[in-house]
C-alpha cells in the first residue's frame, strides 16, 4: 500500500488537499491505462466525514458496487441509499393476530397466507426480524421478508458497533419472550429491544410479522402506529435492478478490485494524538486529517485482470518490465551480435529493454514467452536480417511490420509515443 496523509487547519483546506490528492490518483490512474469507477464509501472504522474508492471493474474482484447506467452514480454496497418513502395509513385497519401453525420461515408463511386468504401474498409482504448482538446488546433489525440482512452493510452503518453477530439458540433461551421464528417488532419497547430499520419499512407501511408467540403471526402491523423505529439504516441486500437514490432508474451491480481509498478523516486522530499547531494568531488548533492509498499490488492485479488475451498478458508501457522485447533467433552467432547491439541502442535512446537471447530455446519457444510476458513491443531478429530487416510486432494490437534494422530504434519509439 502506498499511503499519504494531510494535515491543515481548516476544514476548507482539508477538502482542498482532498480533492488534490483525489485529481492526482485520477491522472495515475488514467495512465496506467485502467479502467476504474470512484465509487462513494463508507469510512468503516476509519472514521471521517467522508471517503471514495477507486474500483477497477473485474469478475474475480473481491469487493461489489452498483453503478446506474442512467445518471453515473456510483457507491459501493455498503454506502448505496436507499430513501424513504412515507406511506399513507388511514386505511388500513387494526392490527389482527391470525394462526399461523408451523410457519417459522418466510416461505411458509407465505404458503399458509395464501390458503387462508385465497391468494397474492409475497415475501415482499412481511417483515423479516433478525435479532442481533451489537457489542454485548441485543438489537433488532428489520427488512423485507424477501431480502436477507446483509451483515456487512449493516456492520458499516451502526456507527461505533466493533462486534456483530446472529443470535444464537443460547440467547432466545435466555430471552423467552423473544420466540424463534415468530418474532414481531411490536411491544419491542416494553423489553427496551432498540430496532433498526432497513428504509424500505417506510413510516406508513403495513405488514405481516411474527406475534411473539409461536404459531401466530399478526397483519396490519403498521410502523409508527404498531411499533417504533429507533433509527433507520441501509443494511439489506442490495439487488440489480434496484432504485438509483439520484434519477431513480435501476441500478447494475458489478464487482471489483479495490485500487485505492481516500478519506476525509477529519481531527479524530489528531485530537487523540494531541496533535497542535498554532496559527496565524498564534493559537493552538488542532489539525484535520485526510488519508490516502493505493494498493500498488492491486493495481497491478487489476491491470493484468483487464490487459490480458488468450496467449498471455498485454501490458501498459508504464507498467511492463520492459517497453520492447527483443527475441533473437538463428543457428549462427550474426542475428545474437546484431540483437545485443539493437538491445544497447535501444537502452542508450532511453528505453527498457529485455533480451532473449538463448541459444537452447527454438523460435516457437520465444516467440510464446514474449506473448506470454506481454511487453508492448516485440522486436525478433532473425530472417528478415537477410534483407536487412527485423520484425517489429505490437503486443496488443498484433500488428506486424518489417523495418531496417537502421530504423528500428526509431520505429519502436514512435509506437510507444
Given at each position: ?391 517489429v510486432r505490437v503486443r496488443k494490437t498484433g500488428e506486424r511490420s518489417e523495418v531496417l534494422l537502421a530504423d528500428a530504434v526509431g520505429a519502436v519509439s514512435k509506437l510507444l509515443v
Open positions: 500500500m502506498k499511503d499519504s496523509y494531510s494535515f491543515d487547519l481548516t476544514d476548507e483546506g482539508l477538502i482542498d488537499s482532498y480533492n488534490k490528492h483525489r485529481a492526482a490518483y485520477v491522472k495515475t490512474f488514467d495512465r496506467l491505462g485502467l479502467k476504474y469507477n470512484i465509487v462513494s464509501a463508507v469510512s468503516g472504522a476509519m472514521g471521517g466525514s467522508g471517503s471514495e474508492e477507486f474500483l477497477a471493474p473485474c469478475e474475480t474482484g473481491e469487493d461489489t458496487y452498483v453503478l446506474c447506467e442512467k445518471c453515473g452514480y456510483a457507491a459501493n454496497v455498503e454506502a448505496m441509499k436507499t430513501v424513504v418513502v412515507p406511506v399513507d395509513s388511514k386505511d388500513i385497519g387494526a392490527l389482527e393476530e391470525i394462526d399461523t401453525p408451523n410457519t417459522p420461515t418466510i416461505d411458509s408463511l407465505v404458503e399458509v397466507l395464501n390458503a387462508k386468504f385465497g391468494g397474492g401474498f409475497t415475501g415482499a409482504d412481511t417483515l423479516k426480524n433478525v435479532l442481533l448482538i451489537a457489542d454485548g446488546k441485543t438489537i433488532c433489525v428489520l427488512v423485507p421478508g424477501d431480502r436477507e440482512v446483509d451483515l456487512k452493510r449493516l456492520q458499516a452503518n451502526l456507527p461505533g458497533v466493533q462486534e456483530l453477530r446472529l443470535f444464537e439458540d443460547e440467547d432466545f433461551a435466555k430471552n423467552p419472550h423473544l420466540v424463534k421464528g415468530y418474532v414481531g417488532p411490536q411491544g419491542a419497547s416494553k423489553h427496551s429491544l432498540p430496532l433498526y430499520a432497513d428504509p424500505r419499512i417506510a413510516p406508513g407501511s403495513s405488514w405481516v410479522t411474527g406475534a411473539n408467540k409461536k404459531n401466530a403471526h399478526a397483519r396490519n402491523v403498521v410502523n409508527g402506529r404498531d411499533f417504533k423505529v429507533e433509527s433507520y439504516i441501509d443494511c439489506a441486500e442490495v439487488r440489480a435492478g434496484d432504485t438509483c437514490p439520484k434519477c431513480a432508474n435501476p441500478v447494475i451491480i458489478d464487482r471489483a478490485i479495490e485500487i485505492g481509498h481516500i478519506f476525509q478523516l477529519g481531527r479524530k486522530y489528531a485530537q487523540a494524538l494531541d496533535l497542535t499547531v498554532l496559527d496565524s494568531d498564534g493559537k493552538s488548533q488542532v489539525v484535520t486529517m485526510g488519508s490516502y492509498g493505493i494498493g500498488v499490488s492491486r493495481a497491478v492485479a487489476a491491470i493484468a485482470e483487464q490487459s490480458h488475451d488468450e496467449i498471455g498478458l498485454c501490458w501498459p508501457q508504464e507498467i511492463a518490465p520492459a517497453q520492447v522485447h527483443i527475441v533473437a533467433t538463428g543457428k549462427d552467432d550474426t542475428p545474437f551480435d546484431v540483437a545485443e547491439k539493437l538491445a544497447l541502442q535501444c537502452e542508450s535512446s532511453g528505453l527498457r529493454v529485455m533480451l532473449d537471447d538463448r541459444r537452447d530455446a527454438s523460435p516457437g519457444v520465444k516467440f510464446k514467452d514474449a506473448e506470454l510476458i506481454g511487453n508492448p513491443i516485440i522486436v525478433i531478429v532473425g530472417k528478415a536480417l537477410a534483407d536487412g530487416k527485423v520484425e
